[in-house]
């Protein structure tokens, strides 16, 4: 995506990139059923509005480009980027419930299913993530469990 935010390219100069023409063909076609790119004699190039709508659309505050987040939890997540496990290290289990807890806005109450909702996009298992949210100090609930709130959003997030 960053070489056709450049400019249009090829699908030989994108492949020369994954090193991969199959893939790159694949991952054009995906594209295009998406309306997101077009072609024009063999050179793909982005459909700006389309694309930025996409992205836009697409944005979470966690999901936001990090290396140092990318780098701890990217083994965590499969190629959807659906949640196959909870990272081991309390370091990296922290920075993914601390970026997870954005999802919630501050000072607003959710029920259950709200919560289970925003995160059944993102796992499959969402007790075990609503409940380890609970455990880092992120997200809180009532003793009856029929209500949950963020109360911050810290800076260091």
Known sequence: MRALEEKPQTAQELS???????QTEGHLRILQQGHL??????VYSLIPDA?????E?????????????YQLVSQAFDEKGILRT??????????LMQKLSLL??????YTEKEVNGLLMGFTRDFFLIRRSLIDAGVL??????????RERHDAKI
């Open 86 to 95: 909870l990272p081991s290290q309390n370091k990296k289990l922290n920075l």
């Open 51 to 55: 694309y930025h709508k996409a992205r």
């Open 16 to 22: 020369s990139l994954l090193f991969n023409l199959e």
């Open 57 to 69: 659309d697409a944005s979470h505050p966690w999901l936001e480009w990090e290396k140092d987040f």
């Open 37 to 42: 790119l077009e072609n024009r004699e063999g």
């Open 140 to 149: 809180f609930r009532t003793p009856s469990g029929s209500a949950y709130w």
């Open 104 to 109: 919630f806005e501050a000072g607003r109450t």
